[in-house]
């Protein structure tokens, strides 16, 4: 027995259906697989924010000599008669200044909260113009390594009252 041409119409709406199917199926795992990529960047973007911080705070606790200089308006000690002291608070200086700077990556301002004007960005505004009211030696390092940073940094600084 021969199939009929109507029998081929039938068999060609199917493999459609099918065809379509498939379509619906892999179109919805790349709104997954792009959803799941979205997630992905933004915790990579708050790991950014996060392990930076966690390391000047580890530093800290192993050498709470150090918070005095970032917390508490102590002068940054001299370079000629502390010369370790001095390059231990320079260099955290020099944390902080990289982490603060890295708030103006497009990862870290593309989160919601994080844009220019943000609920959570303002919160951080606050917090790093208190930091550099607090530490001299951050205002310092600024000061000694201008070029290295972006305008914003500047903004804080001064607001805090640093010449920069």
């Known amino acids: 027995m021969r199939p009929t041409v109507a029998a081929f119409g039938n068999v060609a709406q199917w493999v459609s259906a ?10 919805s795992n790349i709104f997954e697989q792009l959803k799941v990529t979205r997630q992905a960047s933004e915790i990579q973007a708050w790991q950014m924010v996060a392990r930076p911080q966690g390391d000047i705070s580890a530093i800290l606790v192993r050498s709470p000599q150090l918070w005095p200089y970032f ?24 944390m902080y200044l990289e ?19 943000g609920k959570v960005r303002a919160l951080w505004d606050e917090t790093f113009k208190t930091l550099f009211a607090t530490s001299p030696a951050l205002c310092l390092r600024l000061q000694q390594t201008r070029t ?10 001064r607001a805090a009252g640093c010449s920069v």
């Open 18 to 27: 099918l065809c379509g199917l498939v379509t619906l199926y892999f179109a």
């Open 71 to 94: 917390q508490e308006k102590k002068a940054p000690p001299d370079r000629q008669t502390e010369p370790e002291r001095y390059s231990q608070v320079m260099a955290l200086a020099d």
């Open 99 to 117: 982490w603060i700077d890295t708030f103006e990556d497009p990862l870290i301002t593309r989160l919601e909260g994080m844009e220019e004007g």
């Open 148 to 157: 290295f940073y972006q305008e914003h940094l500047k903004q804080y600084a």
